[in-house]
């Protein structure tokens, strides 16, 4: 299968499929892919596309030019004067605020496939909380993640304290929220932010090898897996062990199980066909 474009209907987002992996690339290097209302609208729309497509079996997102996300657009939001709401009346832009989060950072954490976040470089504000979102991170040994909220006046966007309160506990994402601190690679490692440091010129090698290899897993055990995992995160035990239950036995009746057991008895590597 050959890799095709997909148009997304602006610039400011490229998105590609090649065997079961659809990349998306935020694409603003001149403003370190800063987060525009046309890139969040495209955004929401792929993810959604890409929830429903067969073909689609693991989404990485990724950024252009050396960097990852900067977050919102400072230099627009200093221009405009207000910040965040602009023509609108707060509560409309409040309303906005939640489509657009629910839409990007909500959808990709309950994508019922893979996601991946290739960190090139500086991850910070919304750009991080999208990150975090992601199933799994892999970042250049010389990116950096920052909250960065505190150093604009704000409190923070796209589910990032929700993230990051589960990934690193509650006492260390105050600690990054409140004092915004840059977090270098390693450290984003060793404190469970990021999954696998690579040097930089190793990144997109290691990014394929992940995300090929997700796509080829079962499809319908990592959408159980993946709903399983969420509700552990706020469920009660019993309420986690009834759902790991459902999912197990139908689990059992797919194709992909079956091929899987066999592969074990003739010791081979599995071909799972997400069924």
Not at 20 to 29: E, M, S
Not at 172 to 180: D, N, P, V
């Amino acid at each position: 299968m050959t890799a095709s474009m997909i148009d997304t209907g602006t610039p400011d987002l490229l998105a590609q499929l090649d065997a079961g992996v659809l990349t998306l690339t935020l694409n603003r290097p001149q403003a370190r892919n800063a987060m525009t209302r046309a890139m969040n609208e495209a955004l929401a729309r792929e993810l959604a596309r890409a929830e429903l497509d067969p073909e689609v079996r693991c989404v990485v997102l990724t950024g252009a030019g050396g960097a990852f996300c900067a977050g919102g657009d400072v230099k627009n939001m200093a221009a405009s004067g207000d910040g965040t709401v602009g023509a609108l009346t707060i509560d409309q832009a409040i309303h906005r605020q939640r489509v657009n989060q629910r839409e990007t950072a909500g959808r990709l954490f309950k994508m019922p496939k893979p996601t991946l976040a290739v960190l090139p470089g500086p991850a910070a504000g919304a750009g991080l909380a999208l990150a975090l979102a992601c199933d799994l991170r892999l970042m250049a040994s010389t990116a950096i993640m920052t909250t960065a909220f505190a150093r604009v006046g704000f409190s923070g966007d796209y589910g990032g304290s929700y993230f990051m309160t589960q990934l690193v506990g509650a006492a260390k994402a105050r600690e990054l929220y409140l004092l915004s601190d840059r977090v270098p690679a390693e450290e984003a490692l060793r404190l469970g932010l990021a999954n696998w440091v690579s040097a930089p010129e190793q990144l997109a090698a290691r990014a394929l090898e992940i995300a090929t290899r997700l796509a080829n897993g079962p499809a319908v055990a990592y959408r159980y897996m993946k709903e399983n995992l969420n509700r552990a995160m706020a469920g009660e035990v019993d309420e986690c062990l009834d759902l790991e239950a459902t999912h197990h036995i139908h689990c059992g009746q797919t194709e992909d199980h079956r091929e899987a057991a066999k592969a074990f008895v003739e010791k081979r590597e599995p071909v799972f066909k997400g069924r």
